[in-house]
């Protein structure tokens, strides 16, 4: 599917269901990475060689990212649209539930919107932060915070993380 079939059936159509999530969109369209200026501060890490990532996320309204977290530091820039994002301390985790296996490890079981408190009771007493992003402004989330994410516009964001 090209970016302009997307755009064509999950944007002007405004069909709920297309998210085009942690695509590396610059390294498929080139040109368009020459619009984007990696922040000074994703250079200091250890390394001076650390490859940083970037990674696009483009879609309609109502479009999440369920509560999870990363083990890099991540820089969330809203380009177009709003999100609001709920953050957790790491030191939250027992209270958030994560899946047990290995490959989900990093994503709660709750949804964050409808939290099943039978199921998850220590999630009513989990602290968090939250904010709504909008174009123009840039969050840092922090190594292995817990996040979720919900447009609530037509959105686009680009993501740089590194170590």
Same mark, same amino acid.
């Given at each position: 599917? +090209?970016?302009?079939?997307?755009? *064509?059936?999950?944007?002007?159509?405004?069909?709920?269901? !297309?998210?085009?999530? &942690?695509?590396?969109?610059?390294?498929?369209?080139?040109?368009?990475?020459?619009?984007?200026?990696?922040?000074?501060?994703?250079?200091?890490?250890?390394?001076?060689?650390?490859?940083? +990532?970037?990674?696009?996320? =483009?879609?309609? $309204?109502?479009?999440? *990212?369920?509560?999870? &977290?990363?083990? &890099?530091?991540?820089?969330?820039?809203?380009?177009? !649209? @709003?999100?609001?994002? @709920?953050?957790?301390?790491?030191?939250?985790?027992?209270?958030?539930?994560?899946?047990? *296996?290995?490959?989900?490890?990093? +994503?709660?079981?709750?949804?964050?919107?409808?939290?099943?408190?039978?199921?998850?009771?220590? =999630?009513?007493? $989990? $602290? =968090?932060?939250?904010?709504?992003? *909008?174009?123009?402004?840039?969050?840092?989330?922090?190594?292995?915070?817990?996040?979720?994410? @919900? $447009?609530?516009? +037509?959105? =686009?964001?680009?993501?740089?993380?590194?170590?």
């Amino acid at each position: 599917m +090209t970016v302009g079939e997307f755009i *064509s059936q999950y944007i002007e159509e405004e069909n709920p269901n !297309g998210y085009l999530a &942690q695509h590396q969109l610059f390294d498929q369209i080139p040109e368009l990475k020459q619009d984007i200026g990696i922040p000074d501060y994703c250079c200091l890490g250890k390394d001076d060689e650390e490859e940083i +990532t970037i990674n696009a996320w =483009f879609g309609p $309204a109502g479009t999440i *990212s369920p509560l999870h &977290q990363d083990p &890099q530091q991540n820089f969330l820039v809203q380009v177009m !649209g @709003r999100k609001y994002i @709920r953050l957790y301390s790491p030191d939250q985790s027992e209270k958030l539930y994560p899946y047990d *296996s290995h490959l989900l490890h990093n +994503t709660s079981q709750v949804d964050v919107e409808d939290p099943n408190l039978v199921k998850f009771p220590k =999630f009513k007493a $989990a $602290a =968090f932060q939250d904010c709504v992003l *909008s174009p123009g402004q840039v969050l840092f989330i922090p190594a292995n915070y817990w996040h979720y994410v @919900r $447009a609530l516009d +037509t959105s =686009f964001s680009v993501s740089f993380w590194w170590s």
